[in-house]
């Protein structure tokens, strides 16, 4: 499976300058593809999530253009081909 | 010899270098732009300063950084220096203090936290463990957050002993006297504002505590209304606010080579957070509370911004050097105990953290 991340150009520097990353998780869900993430580029992991997992309350991940807040969460499915957008909240900061 | 001030802003940190014994400095930044730094230190026992930063990215999340050639370049873990064991279910908010031990504890480092924290580094602040000590306390229920938040904001660390000493908001001062392994309160005679007893054996909100020269027994608070000494390293606090114009305000500084010399800067109140009559003063004890004298020379007058916890601080020549970062943005620097202050900077963002060393 290949999901595509993409990153605002602020977190862009700790995946090597690339805004666009290619990934291929073993597991269906958000989760399991942030957790992959996090297992090539730890600081950006960090980044995304806090040490319980959570996703960091001023940051919005959208899977396909919705934000996985108003569906399942880290429990999204993420399909084959996938589309995951990283983005930071309006508020916050 | 260098004189070098870390300041610590809401958007991020500037370095202030004097070459002429503190007479005039330079100001170098910013640094960390954008970042919150809530807590830094200048650790001075290894080869090269270490310039050490508790950070807050904003959207992404708090950690701590460092710098070993004064801002040049900025290290942080990979991992996250500070990060709290799955079976807590806690992230950290906030690192409110960083505070290396001794200098024959050379890379013995302590972190104070939100949520309510106490860690303790053996890498010079790369890496931090959870004192869980002090996290799994029966008290930790009943400590409830501050106005700024809940955390653990004093970390002192008895060179002489394993006394650990901290101080949180709120839940008061608790002292370990074995490195960190059990605690107590000891809060008895601090006073209490927002509760039915006024008088309870923890809950407090201490603002700050400095430990005075005379030695590690002797300690003053500043507390939410209040200010306090103990000479029996905190089983017992008397009141030593008489004097002073008010006795609401967030640091408290101790002189670090002269005993019963500290300094504390008075806001009216919790509902007024601002100098009495808009005049920013600074109040000075040489008797260990007994008796306060005011001092403003070079301070000014219609200001009504106030002066955080962790930003104000001395260093430790001979002839006490103080420094101050208000929350309007200026910072003040005195090389004669308070004697005169002198503008080391304005119009930066509001000022959180401030720490002064000697470079040799």
Known sequence: MSVQVLLPGVLAALAGGEKHLDLEPTGATLGDLLDALEGQHPMLGRRIRDETGAVRRFVNVYVDGDDVRFNGGLATPVRDGAEVQVLPSVAGG | ?360
Not at chain 2, 69 to 76: A, I, Q
């Open chain 2, 1 to 360: 010899m260098t004189d070098l001030l870390a300041i610590g802003t809401r958007k991020g940190l500037w370095l202030a270098r004097s070459d002429d014994e503190r007479r005039t400095w330079t100001l170098d930044g910013p640094h960390l732009l954008a970042q919150e730094v809530a807590a830094v230190s200048i650790d001075t026992r290894g080869s090269a300063p270490r310039v050490l930063a508790g950070i807050q990215y904003g959207h992404w999340g708090p950690t701590v950084m460092w710098s070993d050639d004064l801002g040049g370049s900025w290290n942080e873990n990979d991992h996250g220096a500070i990060r709290f064991p799955e079976d807590t279910g806690a992230a950290l908010a906030r690192v409110w203090q960083l505070r290396p031990d001794s200098a024959d504890r050379p890379d013995v480092v302590w972190a104070g936290c939100e949520p309510h924290s106490l860690w303790r580094s053996t890498d010079g602040g790369r890496s931090f463990e959870l004192m869980r000590g002090l996290h799994d306390h029966p008290h930790r229920s009943t400590w409830e957050p501050g106005g700024g938040g809940g955390a653990v904001h004093t970390v002192l660390p008895d060179p002489s002993s394993d006394r650990v000493t901290v101080a949180m908001s709120t839940g008061g001062v608790y002292v370990s006297e074995d490195g960190g392994e059990k605690w107590e309160p000891r809060n008895k005679g601090i006073t209490v504002t927002f509760g039915p007893d006024p008088l309870p054996e923890y809950g407090q909100c201490v603002h700050k505590v400095a430990i005075d020269a005379a030695g590690p027994d002797r300690m003053y608070a500043q507390n939410h209304f209040g200010v306090f000494r103990t000479d029996d390293a905190g089983i017992s606090w008397t009141s030593i606010a008489g004097g002073l114009p008010a006795d609401f305000g967030f640091p408290v500084v101790a002189a670090p080579r002269t005993p019963g010399t500290a300094w504390v800067i008075p806001l009216v109140a919790d509902m007024q957070r601002v100098p009495p009559d808009g005049r920013l003063r600074v109040h000075r004890t040489r008797d260990a509370g007994e008796t306060w004298t005011e001092l403003g020379e070079g301070l000014p007058d219609g200001n009504w911004s106030a002066v955080m916890r962790d930003a104000f601080c001395a260093d430790d020549h001979d002839v006490t050097g103080l420094y101050f970062g208000t929350r309007d943005g200026c910072v003040y620097a005195s090389a004669d105990e308070g004697d005169t202050f002198t503008l080391v900077a304005d119009h930066l963002p509001d000022v959180l953290a401030v720490r002064a060393a000697r470079l040799t």
